[in-house]
């Protein structure tokens, strides 16, 4: 089998949408006081206060589904009646 140039250049993948349009990039390169590579890629530069941002809000995301699912089954214990006629006094906390 030989592979030609034409073959090659057909199988590139299709390009991925841009997630941010370019006037948004400039207005956050805009904010950067130095134009060095600690300014965009630094801990405290753009990318990392991006990547802390982003993070941050993944997780508390991440927690409020968790917390509001351990709330819904603490309400369904709550109802939940228990050995026959005798009803659970106590509430699960």
Do not use: Y
Not at 24 to 49: C, P, T, Y
Not at 56 to 80: F, G, S, V
């Amino acid at each position: 089998m030989t592979v030609t140039m034409s073959t090659i250049r057909n199988t590139k993948k299709p390009k991925a949408p841009k997630l941010f349009p370019d006037e948004r990039i400039d207005q956050l390169l805009a904010q950067i006081q130095n134009k060095d590579a600690e300014s965009f890629l630094g801990e405290s530069g753009l990318a990392g206060q991006l990547k802390k941002q982003l993070t941050e809000r993944m997780l508390a995301a991440e927690l409020t589904h968790h917390l509001d699912a351990e709330a819904k089954l603490l309400a369904q214990l709550n109802d939940i009646p228990c050995f026959g006629d005798r009803q659970w006094r106590g509430r699960v906390a």
